[in-house]
């Protein structure tokens, strides 16, 4: 049986940052988006864009390194319910944080914004280096009864650009719902 020391050392070890955490400390800093939500209907015409959408993004390390901490602004107002029951238009925001597990060995994500929903996102996902892409899949419950499984495309095109595609579960079909272009903002 291990003893203290040894389940202690092999704790620090576990929360050492790793290749993969460097993988994503090569995002941090500013970045600008457009993207596009599609219309969900899984027929032919299923990339018909229903609106665009611009913004900022803040990428900050946190704990040394192990997690990555992100706040987006989006441009443009959008309604927002309020407690009132009553909408209040405001700009989209949105904080996420990532990492990389070394136990379960899987990427970790978790999402919050202000506009569809009270939920936390939660997700996990692996990493396809020929790709150079994180896919991550979730499962979430917008209203009472209604399941939504996501996949989500994480993919670094190169060190000043991303795009993150989702798409949602539809009659066992994957149908894009999100396109996000990230491009780095350069210090002048």
Do not use: C
């Amino acid at each position: 049986m291990a003893n203290d020391d040894d389940i202690y050392n092999k704790m620090l070890e576990y929360s050492r940052p790793g290749k993969y955490h460097q993988l994503l400390a090569d995002l941090l800093g500013s970045w600008t988006f457009t993207g596009a939500f599609f219309s969900e209907n899984p027929n032919p015409d299923s990339s018909k864009v229903v609106f665009n959408f611009t913004g900022t993004l803040v990428r900050k390390p946190f704990a040394n390194g192990r997690f990555f901490i992100a706040e987006g602004t989006g441009h443009g107002k959008l309604q927002m319910p309020i407690q009132d029951g009553k909408m209040k238009e405001v700009n989209e925001k949105s904080i996420e944080t990532m990492g990389y597990d070394n136990v379960k060995k899987k990427f970790i994500r978790t999402y919050i914004n202000n506009h569809i929903g009270s939920d936390i996102s939660y997700s996990e996902g692996n990493y396809d280096s020929t790709a150079n892409t994180i896919i991550f899949y979730s499962e979430g419950e917008l209203i009472p009864g209604m399941k939504l499984k996501t996949k989500e495309l994480f993919i670094i095109l190169n060190k000043d650009h991303y795009r993150i595609e989702d798409y949602n579960e539809q009659d066992g079909k994957n149908v894009k719902a999100t396109e996000i272009n990230y491009i780095r903002v350069k210090l002048k």
